[in-house]
């Protein structure tokens, strides 16, 4: 009896163990199937040549300038893994301009030419885990282009071939609606044995400003805000943004006097504040807008007190039809009185956006040309036209106004009206993954345009026009359609 008692408990134990088998070799192949079902990996591209006739584009040019005419290509490679509670990706691209790599031609440098660079370079980490009720909550580390709403004040500059990135850690999260990202950088020239000082100035002979909205400094660290809501009616986002620059003085010497600037200790620290609203008053009625104030101290150090507001609107004209005017105001100084380095600076500046989007093609304001210091006011007429389910028709017309007085450098003002633009564009989709896309505009614009206080330009030509085409091709290169 105790024998048989004895094999009914070794088979038992048997299979016990092939259970124990059965279910840790069960508990591997989900596991594996799962991380291979949650794995992804993309790759894409993007190369987009962009022919362009420039006859006074980005700043008035004198009468008897010559037109400019070039094709500038951006090629860009991108790929991207997604894993087990992680996310990687890296954009390689190579910005040149057609005939600047000939054998004959010395370049100086590839970085002063742009070239090849590291656009985006990032890992984000899930800190939350498949069973968590938070839809997202992650880290997200690296090189990495940062967008919010419309982008007037926070965007990627796509239109700019070399567009914009930043070196930065975000504290991301997104659950029912709403989105909360907190945002912080740290930027250094190189690996130092001691201090912290940097230098956002970038070098003469680059031909570039560090930003494109003319600030001419790159920030030294930077901290933000962002949280937005999804609403039945609309959005409603609020940003609080701190850029901080280092502090410098000025030290002249030499015969003749040469002043040079001397980085130090310290920053200075430029706050932005405000909301941003995209609401549908009816289905076929859309309002859009901003509203924001700076303060602090600016690059130079001298104290800030600036604001911008902004609102446009959408109807829906029949099915295909979309029109709708809107206005800009940035606040500036008055140019009547005398700058010091204690005086209060009233110039808002609509940090790192995409300026190209909202204050004409031409990019004549906050793009890469300067236009003085006494702000914008932009009344604008905006229409697009679907004209197949492929081709869509754009024409906006703007009139530019300076939101403060303008000086005749006579002790009197001049008129404040700078001048009216005109922007066409046409937009084709060929098949999903190519776009053709040509633009024209002209500006009319006033003697108070190519002003001192302005564009400060001699003998100009108030006729400018500027003309592209753009090929625009991204390829999904696992799509195997």
């Avoid at 005749?408 to 098949?431: C, F, I, P, V």
Wanted: with cysteine.
């Amino acid at each position: 009896m105790q024998k048989i008692t004895t094999t009914i408990q070794k088979i038992k134990a048997l299979k016990k163990r092939k259970n124990s088998k059965s279910i840790l070799l069960g508990l591997a192949i989900t596991l594996f199937g799962y991380n291979a079902a949650n794995a992804q990996l993309t790759a894409s591209g993007q190369f987009r040549p962009r022919t362009e006739f420039r006859d006074g584009y980005s700043t008035l040019q004198s009468k008897d300038a010559e037109t400019a005419v070039f094709t500038s290509q951006r090629t860009r490679l991108n790929v991207g893994f997604t894993g087990y509670r992680f996310k990687f990706f890296v954009a390689v691209q190579d910005v040149r301009v057609w005939g600047q790599d000939a054998s004959t031609i010395n370049r100086v440098t590839t970085a002063e030419n742009n070239g090849i660079q590291l656009h985006e370079a990032w890992g984000e980490i899930m800190l939350n885990d498949t069973v968590s009720s938070i839809q997202n909550l992650s880290l997200k580390i690296g090189r990495q282009e940062i967008s919010y709403d419309d982008q007037k004040v926070i965007g990627a500059l796509d239109w700019l071939q070399q567009a914009r990135y930043h070196d930065a850690i975000v504290l991301k999260y997104f659950n029912k609606g709403w989105t909360a990202d907190f945002g912080a950088a740290f930027n250094q020239n190189k690996e130092l044995l001691a201090g912290t000082i940097y230098n956002g100035v970038p070098a003469a002979t680059s031909g570039y400003t560090a930003g494109t909205n003319g600030l001419g400094t790159n920030y030294k660290s930077l901290e933000y805000a962002y949280i937005a809501k999804k609403f039945f009616f609309g959005d409603i986002s609020f940003l609080f943004l701190s850029d901080n620059f280092n502090k410098y003085t000025n030290v002249t010497a030499g015969t003749p006097p040469v002043v040079t600037k001397v980085n130090e200790q310290g920053i200075w620290t430029r706050n932005t504040t405000g909301f941003y609203y995209n609401v549908n008053a009816t289905r076929k009625l859309k309002f859009e807008g901003s509203l924001y104030h700076q303060f602090g101290h600016d690059k130079n150090g001298r104290g800030l007190n600036s604001n911008l507001a902004s609102i446009t609107s959408t109807l829906q004209v029949g099915r295909k039809l979309f029109v709708g005017p809107g206005i800009d105001y940035l606040s500036g100084n008055d140019g009547t009185k005398a700058v010091t380095a204690t005086s209060e600076n009233n110039l808002f500046d609509p940090l790192y956006g995409t300026p190209h989007k909202f204050w004409g093609t031409m990019d004549y304001f906050y793009a890469s040309s300067g236009f003085g210091a006494q702000g914008l006011l932009n009344y604008f007429l905006k229409a697009k036209y679907n004209l197949k389910d492929n081709l869509t028709l754009f024409a906006d017309i703007h009139c530019f106004e300076s939101a403060n007085s303008l000086s005749n450098g006579a002790g009197g003002k001049q008129t404040s009206y700078l001048g009216t633009e005109l922007d066409l564009k046409m937009s084709y989709n060929m098949t999903k993954m190519i776009n053709i896309e040509a633009g024209y505009s002209f500006m009319q614009a006033t003697n108070s345009m190519s002003s001192a206080q302005v564009k400060n330009v001699a003998n100009a030509n108030l006729t400018p026009q500027w003309a592209y085409v753009m090929v625009n091709i991204k390829p999904n290169f696992l799509n195997k359609k």
